[in-house]
């Protein structure tokens, strides 16, 4: 590996690392901003006790995502020095607003709700929390739209051997950036409702404060549903952007090697990037995919063989990232709603295994999370306009080859659909 290669891998791994933490805060600052406005408003202690309890795990990792993210915004400076001046004009803009805005309004007031208890009144403190919760989320949404815009390039000339900005609104509106935000946003929220629920089952296989954590799992249930189904609907809309923007990496992310229309939906595949073609294929759901991609079932979608081998992204890591993270979704999607179903009923602690499952499942959010940003960039130069290629865009690839060639397994979900009406594939020669 080369110095560019190991300053690829180094800035994957500082971001994989720093995602661990951020997207649990995005939602543990909702629910315990939700907590403490239920104290406020009823006055009951038992919710008192929940906002501290899960102020504390939120502010820890609230602490761990600062101090890791500081460190990816030193390599723009230091492994990705020509990246940032090339485009440092545009890229650093939303960087800059989410420092001065979001930063510092979130740093201000989670120093009121940190040391505020008994020194402001009650609402002022649940005002504080809302405020974090709101500046948490609001970091976010700079940050995606900056990602957005490394995505899709919008509102930008070329001048002076640089990339200029010649409209902030355009960066601003980039509906790349607000699809990527909202997709992101509510994957955060159920990774939190998953650590709530699954802190909350291993106390009650335990017996432990069983009325506190009733109340917080079913906080974090019904919460966790919605999010998840929300995180479901974004993800359609952000999926037909990308087949519109990014036509190779919804080609890789599906394995689609010929160019054709109406094309169905294999819920079976697997790979041959030698052969260029899928050993195997089905069952298939007619037109699906075309529907998915752009919301018509007689459309045509662009394949990997209708683009250049250097301009395609590692279709392997692309596919099986998607394949596994779209896998976990519908897993989470059912613990979810079994969540909310037992939880209403107040039956959890009469259904141990469902418990120990949700113990068990609380990292699948995150591992869809980290996928998800697989998929996001691991499309190289072909995920930016070709005014980047080859001059600015070696500067954010991650190489997600050394980091998941060896590590992605294999994780289907099994389903019967009618395949009648779609052709059966023919076997790679």
Known sequence: MDVVDLSRLQFALTSMFH?????????????????????????DEMYLRMTKFWGKLFL??????????ITMEFQFGMN??????????????????????????ESVFIGVWIFGWDKVSKKAHAVSIWLVAVATNLSALWILLANGWMQHPVGYVLRN????????????????????????????????AFFVMGVSASHLLKKNQAVFFQRSFRIAAIFGLASTIAVAAIGDFHAVEVARTQPTKFAAMEALWETQKNVGYNLFIIPDTEKECNTIEGPCVPNMLS???????DAEIKALKAFP???????????WSFRIMLTLGF???????????????????????????????????????????????????????????????????????ELLLGQVT??????VYPVAACPWPQPCQ
């Open 19 to 43: 995602w661990i933490f951020v997207p649990l805060t995005l939602g543990l600052s909702l629910m315990t901003a939700y907590m403490e406005t239920r104290y406020v408003m009823s006055g």
């Open 60 to 69: 820890i990792n609230f602490a761990l995502g600062v101090v890791t993210g």
């Open 80 to 105: 990705w020095a020509e990246y940032s001046k090339y485009v440092g004009d545009i890229f650093g803009a939303p960087l800059a607003i989410e420092a001065t805005m979001a930063f510092f309004l």
């Open 161 to 192: 051997d640089r990339a200029e900005m010649v409209d902030f609104g355009a960066l601003l509106t980039n509906p790349y950036g607000w699809l990527k935000f909202g997709h992101t946003l509510t994957s955060g929220y159920v990774v939190a």
């Open 291 to 297: 529907y998915l991609a752009f919301h018509t079932a």
């Open 309 to 319: 081998k250097e301009e395609r992204p590692p279709v392997l890591p692309t596919f």
């Open 331 to 401: 897993v989470m999607l059912f613990l979810t709603i079994m969540a909310v179903i037992y939880a209403q009923r107040g039956t959890l602690e009469m259904h141990p295994l469902f418990l120990t499952i949700m113990l068990f499942s609380l990292p699948l959010p995150y591992i869809a999370g980290q996928l998800g940003w697989v998929v996001a960039e691991s499309t190289g130069l072909a995920n930016v306009d070709r005014v980047l290629i080859g001059i600015a865009a070696v500067g954010f690839v991650p190489v997600v080859n």
């Open 410 to 415: 294999l994780l289907l979900a099994a389903a």
